[in-house]
């Protein structure tokens, strides 16, 4: 048997598993800011987080088609769990381009992995030494209730050039961020968009990375 063709089957039969914890809450879905945990640990049993983190790091090495096809799935049977599962798997992604062993650090226990925070460079970095310093406030940080690990995007000057910043991608501890709880609205409320909010925390500078275009471990 083509070893692919059943690692797919098998992810079809655990993203099933999934959709039925996922039916079995659906009461809760539509009434918390956040996910249940019993979903998230169904999909984080199920790997249904590391669709997209490289393989190196514990991923699964799903073709591209397939982790869509998995979401699709998902978004059907619940829209705030699709989309939380969408946001922690290109977070994961973004674990390729910083450098090694802050990846490895990050996804030391892969099959508890949950990342998840802000994109948009709004929060402000500066370098000191072999760290930046960061504070910044990132909105509509999805999954952020129930995440090991966030990210938040930046704005860096480089040294001399105050007027030039460049735009990177941090990640951080959980722990190290405060959650302001301010997201309530109808529909997706599960996805506990809450924002995120840190205040001049150390981020090693290794444990940065360009949204688009740097360099990866991926081979």
């Known amino acids: 048997m083509d070893t692919s063709t059943g690692m797919i089957r098998d992810l079809s039969v655990e993203t099933e598993r999934v959709i039925e914890v996922v ?57 705030s769990v699709g989309w939380c599962t969408t946001v922690a798997n290109v977070s994961a992604s973004l674990l390729a381009g910083i450098d090694e062993t802050h990846a490895r650090e990050i996804a030391a226990e892969p099959d508890l992995l949950c990342i998840a925070g802000g994109f948009p460079a709004v929060g402000r970095g500066r370098l000191d ?42 990640f951080f501890p959980a722990e190290q961020a405060r959650i302001v709880p301010n997201w309530e609205v109808s529909g997706l409320r599960a996805t506990g968009s809450h924002d995120v909010l840190v205040d001049a925390i150390d981020v090693p500078a290794g444990r940065t990375t360009p949204l688009v275009g740097g360099p990866t471990l991926v081979e």
Not at 53 to 74: H, Q, T
Not at 144 to 149: D, L, N, S
């Open 129 to 170: 030494g072999a760290n930046y310093q960061l504070t910044g406030r990132w909105s509509f940080a999805s999954g952020c209730t129930t995440a090991t690990w966030l990210l938040g995007g930046m704005l860096v000057a480089p040294a001399g050039l105050p007027d030039s910043p460049r735009a990177l991608i941090s």
């Open 23 to 79: 039916r079995a809450h659906q009461k809760e879905l539509a009434n918390s800011d956040e996910l249940p945990e019993g979903v998230v640990r169904a999909s984080l049993a199920a790997g249904l987080y590391r669709l997209c983190l490289p393989g190196e790091l514990g991923g699964l090495r799903v073709p591209l088609a397939d982790s869509v096809s998995v979401i699709e799935r998902l978004s059907y049977a619940d829209g």
